[in-house]
């Protein structure tokens, strides 16, 4: 069993940044990937950003040249650096993490970008 628990969303304006940060606490071993999703009001989850094992990264169009995604296995957190934000970016973004095939997700973290 892995628990996760994000922090860092918040009110930002346009073209502002922030830093989300998911700590993973459990039973962790077999970590295929740890990465981010979003969901928008009205919209389905979407795959912002994911980490693989072994040091690929993917990211979404929408989020490139934008967001970074790091990790820290030593500490077991998955970051996620959002810069240059844009009213579309405004989500609740959640922290995702894949186990031995079967996904953990986080509570969830809402990031508002609004002038």
């Known amino acids: 069993q892995v628990h996760l628990v994000e922090s860092g969303g918040g009110l930002v304006q346009p073209g502002g940044s922030l830093r989300l940060s998911c700590a993973a606490s459990?039973?962790?071993?077999?970590?295929?990937?740890m990465g981010w999703y979003r969901q928008a009001p009205g919209k389905q989850r979407e795959l912002v950003a994911r980490?693989?094992?072994?040091?690929?990264?993917t990211y979404a169009d929408s989020v490139k040249g934008r967001f970074t995604i790091s990790r820290d296995n030593a500490k077991n957190t998955v970051l996620l650096q959002l810069n240059s934000l844009k009213v579309e970016d405004t989500a609740v973004y959640y922290c995702?993490?894949?186990?031995?095939?079967?996904?953990?997700w986080g509570q969830g973290t809402q990031v508002t970008v609004s002038s």
């Open positions: 980490s693989i094992s072994g040091g690929s990264t």
């Open positions: 459990g039973i962790l071993f077999s970590i295929s990937y």
């Open positions: 995702n993490v894949g186990q031995s095939g079967v996904d953990y």
